[in-house]
């Protein structure tokens, strides 16, 4: 099997430097798409990072090298800090590089959004602060030039109950440096981001999972067993769906 792979990547290497092969390298992308679809993150990355060697400039194979790159840093363990980071760090320079080759590309912007918010997710309250305003900025510029897209909708739900729970140092420091750019964050605001998250992407779990956690994190106890309670009843499809159910279900004993 593994002497398949080889073959294949190296067969489609080679076809991907050919400029006779345009047909090939389409069909290419495709099955770097598909395999985006099914959750095949590795085998995805290797495709687009092929690709990339073809054209290092095409706004499609950066953004989606992109994503792949905060999907599988997001699959490192916790003794795995680095190697996680790398890819955080990867995933950010392909998403510029992707806005820099095309600004009105809606999933430019949600790529370049990811990265940072997994960047911040273990940073210090400085770094997350910093990142704020620009994470926020990135998500609403693909929400201007995509109203539908589910993975905009989900970061700014997040960003919104991030900011609205933070403490008064927290707080301090964001004034400090934005003044009132970056008021209005609530929670209220986050349950109507993963609504419209949820809306448009029902089968993913994660919007579920963020619902109820924000129901949780304002103190709704009820509501919040109730969506947790959703998330244990729904199919495993990403890498990540089993062990959301297996928090999920830790949420329901303890409420």
Not at 13 to 36: D, M, V
Not at 74 to 98: C, M, Q
Not at 158 to 170: I, L, M
Not at 221 to 237: C, G, I, L, S
């Amino acid at each position: 099997m593994k002497s398949i792979i080889i073959s294949f990547l190296t067969v489609a290497l080679l076809q991907i430097l050919n400029p006779s092969f345009a047909q090939t390298t389409e069909e290419i992308y495709k099955r770097g798409l598909l395999c985006k679809e099914q959750y095949k993150d590795k085998e995805g990355l290797t495709i687009f990072q092929l690709l990339l060697k073809g054209d290092s400039n095409k706004v499609e194979y950066l953004y989606n090298a992109s994503d792949f790159y905060s999907r599988i840093g997001n699959t490192f363990p916790k003794d795995k800090e680095k190697e996680k980071n790398d890819y955080y760090k990867t995933s950010e320079y392909l998403a510029k590089k992707a806005i820099a080759s095309n600004e009105k590309e809606p999933e430019a912007h949600y790529a370049y959004a990811q990265a940072l918010g997994r960047l911040s997710e273990h940073a210090s309250n400085k770094h997350k602060i910093v990142n704020a305003k620009l994470i926020k900025t990135e998500t609403e510029r693909c929400l201007a030039l995509n109203p539908k897209h589910d993975g905009a909708w989900h970061i700014l739900g997040r960003w919104h109950r991030e900011v609205a729970g933070f403490g008064s140092v927290e707080k301090f420091m964001m004034k400090t440096l934005y003044g009132s750019a970056l008021e209005g964050a609530s929670y209220e605001q986050a349950l109507d981001c993963f609504n419209k998250a949820k809306l448009y992407n029902p089968k993913y779990m994660r919007h579920v999972f963020e619902l109820a956690q924000t129901y949780y994190d304002m103190g709704d106890k009820v509501r919040a067993k109730v969506w947790f309670e959703k998330v244990t009843q729904m199919p495993v499809v990403t890498i990540e769906d089993a062990e959301t159910i297996a928090t999920a279900k830790k949420m329901v004993g303890k409420l």
